[in-house]
Each structure stands twice: as C-alpha cells, then as structure tokens.
C-alpha cells in the first residue's frame, strides 16, 4: 500500500522553475514504478514522465522533453519533478502515482494517486 502527497506547486512566470515534490509512504516504495500526470481544466489527465523502481530508466511526454526531469529518493520516499523553463501551457494541476510494476505513460495502469497539486504559469 503506498499513500502519497504532492507539494511544491504554485504560481510561476514564464520561463521560470519550480520543483515539485511527492512524498509517499510504504516499505515497497523502492520497488515500485512513479509517474507525473498533469490535468488541465476541461481536459483529460495526460502524462508527464515516469521513472522505474530503481530510478535507472526514465521517460518523458515529448512536450516536457529537455525542460523537465524526474528523479527519486528511495531513502527520503519522494520523487521529483524538477520543471525548467516553464510555459503558460504548462498550467495544470499535477499529479503523482505509483504502481507495482508500471512506470509508462497509461495513466489507467496506475493503482495509486495523489490528490494533486496546482501549477500556474502566467505569461
């Protein structure tokens, strides 16, 4: 069982950096995979990025590419979101999840959410 809590967004201007952060709990944390999800108003949640269990392999929505990076703490029980150079089209709220296996970009593969947390950017 993993429960886990998004921080870090806010308001940003263009171009711009945030990092956001999402503590989860549960011994099987470093086992599992973690992936970024972002939702729009009016739009369906679309994925950001996702990392493996060991934080040896990555992946990126092509729209984050370059920009953004994930990364993992199996220690502290957190991953990262590091946002660069951020653009109005970034606003979303974003979201965390976590599964035993998957870290890809199928959102409905995900077994466990966060509540999620907001980022603006304004232009």
């Known amino acids: 069982q993993v429960q886990l809590v998004e921080s870090g967004g806010g308001l940003v201007q263009a171009g711009g950096s945030l990092r956001l952060s999402c503590a989860a709990s549960?011994?099987?944390?470093?086992?599992?995979?973690l992936g970024w999800f972002r939702q729009a108003p009016g739009e369906e949640r679309e994925f950001v990025s996702g990392?493996?269990?060991?934080?040896?392999?990555?992946f990126y929505a092509d729209s984050v590419k370059g920009r953004f990076t994930i990364s993992r703490d199996n220690a502290k029980n957190t991953v990262y979101l590091q946002m660069n150079n951020l653009k109005p089209e970034d606003t979303a709220v974003y979201y965390c999840?976590?599964?035993?296996?998957?870290?890809?970009?199928?959102?409905?593969?995900?077994?466990?959410w966060g509540q999620g947390t907001q980022v603006t950017v304004s232009s």
């Open positions: 999840a976590a599964d035993p296996t998957y870290w890809g970009s199928r959102r409905r593969e995900y077994n466990y």
């Open positions: 549960g011994r099987t944390f470093s086992s599992y995979g």
């Open positions: 990392i493996s269990g060991s934080g040896g392999i990555t």
